[in-house]
């Protein structure tokens, strides 16, 4: 079967605008005559602005009517943040592709004209704009004294509320900043030991029908498979604790490789390798997947942090584990608290 014309479906925001339009122009790029088209669909989490998301409870905020529209034939494909994207999909559909990952840390960003330098710097009692509660309890836990105010709107808008002074500083992904081109307003990237970064935060994911053959050949070249190995070990501990974007809940993944020293001779299968031609030896670099995460209270007086390592090809069983290990150290309190205030 053979097409001409493929639709995507995505939010109308500029940062998913942003992101429909680069996958767009890849298809096109690597599939000469090829037509792709955008459906741009309002989601539940785009119509509530004056509500804290968090208040709103459920699951799939920003895709569930993108997801609606491919099962209807409205759209081929959909085009999401990875951080929005629940770990169960409607029967049909499924996650086919995971593109690069951008930096999936955050950014700490303080006014055009403000002499704060970065986190540290903070005054007491300084205000603090972001609307997610990973974000706030982290921050809560190592400054109770910040007052955390929600923020919402596109990122012109959160900027100019941070310019205007309603906020000594503003809480954002780095990845949708740089995106959408607004890396000089970043005052300082935070490390991940200071915020750890919400699940799949900075990658793009594409889901499409189980049974569109035509379109799973046409992502495939679009699938990381680094970045998705990272990202499908934090969703598996994301799944085992039967969370959602809007809770308190963080994981961070990296591959990071480590040279074996072993020279001429051949590993198993299973391992990657590097060659270089500089003394025409075999090097072979060993990727081990090491995954940090935690739970935590909304208020940030509890924090439950784990780390787990192990081969990339058992990411998921890592992430499953260390979701494992969080709840026997105490995380099961903490998110029975938080589910039944929802």
């Known amino acids: 079967m053979t097409k001409n014309k493929v639709v995507i479906g995505t939010r109308a925001s500029k940062l998913a605008l942003w992101q429909a339009e680069w996958v767009k122009s890849e298809l096109e790029r690597m599939n000469p005559g090829l037509q792709v088209e955008l459906n741009k669909i309002k989601t539940t989490g785009d119509k509530i602005l004056d509500v804290p998301l968090a208040m709103v409870g459920g699951k799939g905020l920003f895709v569930k009517e993108i997801e609606e529209a491919m099962l209807r034939g409205e759209a081929d494909l959909a085009v999401h943040s990875m951080k929005d994207v629940p770990t169960e999909f409607p029967e049909g559909l499924e996650l086919a592709a995971i593109c690069k990952?951008?930096?999936?840390?955050?950014?700490?960003?303080?006014?055009?004209?403000?002499?704060?330098?970065?986190?540290?710097?903070l005054p007491q009692g300084a205000s603090v704009g972001t609307s997610?509660?990973?974000?706030?309890?982290?921050?809560?836990?190592?400054?109770?004294?910040?007052?955390?105010?929600?923020?919402?709107?596109?990122l012109e808008t959160r900027l100019r509320k941070l310019d205007e002074g309603q906020f000594d500083a503003i809480i954002l992904a780095v990845a949708g900043?740089?995106?959408?081109?607004?890396?000089?307003?970043?005052?300082?990237?935070?490390?991940?030991?200071?915020s750890l970064p919400a699940i799949g935060q900075g990658a793009i994911g594409i889901e499409c029908r189980m049974n569109d053959d035509f379109i799973h050949k046409l992502i495939a070249p679009l699938n990381h498979k680094e970045s998705a190995?990272?990202?499908?070990?934090?969703?598996?501990?994301?799944?085992?604790?039967?969370?959602?974007?809007?809770?308190?809940?963080?994981?961070y993944a990296r591959l990071i490789s480590q040279e074996s020293g072993v020279r001429g001779q051949g590993l198993e299968d299973k391992k990657q390798r590097l060659t270089t031609d500089k003394d025409c030896s075999?090097?072979?670099?060993?990727?081990?997947?090491?995954?940090?995460?935690?739970?935590?209270?909304?208020?940030?007086?509890?924090?439950?942090r784990d780390h787990a390592e192990g081969r990339p090809e058992d990411a998921e069983v890592i992430g499953t584990m260390l979701a494992e290990s969080l709840l026997l150290k105490g995380a099961d309190k903490i998110l029975a608290e938080l589910y039944g205030q929802h």
């Open 177 to 194: 900043v740089r995106r959408l081109g607004w890396s000089d307003r970043i005052t300082e990237i935070l490390p991940a030991d200071l």
């Open 282 to 304: 075999l090097f072979t670099v060993y990727y081990s997947l090491f995954m940090d995460s935690l739970v935590g209270s909304i208020s940030g007086d509890r924090i439950i």
């Open 229 to 251: 190995t990272c990202v499908r070990a934090e969703r598996a501990l994301l799944k085992r604790l039967q969370g959602g974007c809007q809770v308190p809940i963080a994981a």
């Open 101 to 121: 990952r951008e930096d999936p840390r955050d950014a700490f960003i303080t006014a055009a004209k403000s002499t704060l330098r970065g986190f540290k710097d």
């Open 132 to 154: 997610s509660l990973r974000r706030a309890c982290q921050l809560l836990s190592l400054r109770p004294d910040i007052r955390i105010m929600q923020l919402r709107g596109n």
